[in-house]
Nanobody, 115 residues
Framework: QVQLVESGGGLVQPGGSLRLSCASS????????MGWYRQAPGKQRELVAL???????TYTDSVKGRFTISRDNAKNTMYLQMDSLKPEDTAVYYCNGFRVGINYWGQGTQVTVSS
């Protein structure tokens, strides 16, 4: 049973920073892609950032230059560094791993950007 566990969410003021972590029970080398998604109230889940096994990273336009996705292979953990946070970044953030045609999801972590 593959498990992905997110942590690091919370309440932060506009302009602040947070770092989300996603710990995997399986070596992250085994995933074809890993990514962060988010879902705001009343909206569909959207891709925020993606990293492939080949090291390619992509970001949705609204977070380019502010968010950074990375992986620590030794710790089997993926990160999302979020800087210059805006109220519109408020959402539940989910970790995703894609392997052999199956999507694996974490339980989500709430990020709230508010003064």
């Amino acid at each position: 049973q593959v498990q992905l566990v997110e942590s690091g969410g919370g309440l932060v003021q506009p302009g602040g920073s947070l770092r989300l972590s996603c710990a995997s029970s399986r070596t992250i080398f085994s995933y074809n892609n890993m990514g962060w998604y988010r879902q705001a109230p009343g909206k569909q889940r959207e891709l925020v950032a993606l990293t492939t096994s080949g090291g390619v990273t992509t970001y949705t336009d609204s977070v380019k230059g502010r968010f950074t996705i990375s992986r620590d292979n030794a710790k089997n953990t993926m990160y999302l560094q979020m800087d210059s946070l805006k109220p519109e970044d408020t959402a539940v953030y989910y970790c995703n791993g894609f392997r052999v045609g199956i999507n694996y999801w974490g339980q989500g972590t709430q990020v709230t950007v508010s003064s």
